[in-house]
Structures are given as structure tokens and as C-alpha cells.
């Protein structure tokens, strides 16, 4: 086990945040998982430490509200690769969207070709 890769983070499904050992074995894979109070926990190590995953939340251009307001948040449906936010935020500052806006709308779709959407997290109009 010498050229394993041992990495310590908080597990952050819910505020037990148990402290989690996460060993991985030479090619990446894990090898163990330790720290964990339940499987949930368990699987958010395994893909924290191979994947980390998040949602991303932003704003997007609004163009012909009433009310006049130039930006609208949005937030991807679901958690998307961390690896990919940073690409992900230039599509959302790309992107336009013209009111009116119903929250949950696809503001921009499969983003990054993860599969997906960028949805609306209010209404606009
Ligand atoms: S391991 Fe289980 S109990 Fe501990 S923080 Fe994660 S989800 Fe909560």
C-alpha cells in the first residue's frame, strides 16, 4: 500500500459532517473509506474523492423584464463535475435569456455536455 494516496475531507450530506479517510490505490481507484457514520456517507467519499461533484449557481443576462431587471439566478438541475464549473460559468456568461422566465425553465441546456440544464431559479417578467 506505498503508493497509495490517502485524502481527509468533512462529509457534507448532513451536519454530522463525519471527518472521512478516503484510500486510493496507485491507479486512482479507492481502496477504503473510513470515518463514515452510514453508507450515504460512504458514497460521497468514494465520489468526492474520484469526482467531486457540485451544483453551481449563478446569473444569466435577462433581456425585456418589466421590472427591468438585467440579470435572473440560475443554477444547474443537478450537481455537475467540479473539474467542469469553471467551463460551465463561461457558457453561463454566454448565455441570454428573454423574460418572461418561469422558475425551473432550461436557461441553458445539457451544459458542458453533462447532461445537465441550467434552469432558472426564479420567475421574471
Ligand atoms: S457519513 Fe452519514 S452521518 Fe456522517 S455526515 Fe455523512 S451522511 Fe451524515
Redesign the pocket.
Given at each position: 500500500m506505498s503508493n497509495c494516496t490517502v485524502k481527509d475531507f468533512?462529509?457534507?450530506?448532513?451536519?454530522?459532517?463525519?471527518h472521512?479517510t478516503v484510500t486510493l490505490d496507485e491507479t486512482g481507484s479507492v481502496v477504503s473509506v473510513a470515518?463514515?457514520?452510514?453508507?450515504?456517507?460512504?458514497r460521497?467519499?468514494r465520489q468526492e474523492a474520484t469526482c467531486p461533484m457540485r451544483v453551481l449557481a449563478s446569473t444569466v443576462r435577462l433581456e425585456g423584464a418589466h421590472t427591468g431587471e438585467p440579470l435572473i439566478p440560475v443554477r444547474t438541475r443537478e450537481a455537475i463535475p467540479l473539474s467542469l464549473q469553471a467551463q460551465a460559468m463561461d457558457a453561463i456568461r454566454k448565455a441570454r435569456v428573454t423574460a418572461p422566465v418561469k422558475m425551473g425553465d432550461i436557461v441553458l441546456a445539457n451544459v458542458c455536455d453533462t447532461g445537465v440544464d441550467v434552469v432558472a431559479s426564479c420567475s421574471a417578467r
Open positions: 468533512y462529509c457534507t450530506v448532513c451536519p454530522s459532517e463525519c472521512l470515518g463514515n457514520s452510514c453508507p450515504r456517507g460512504e460521497f467519499g
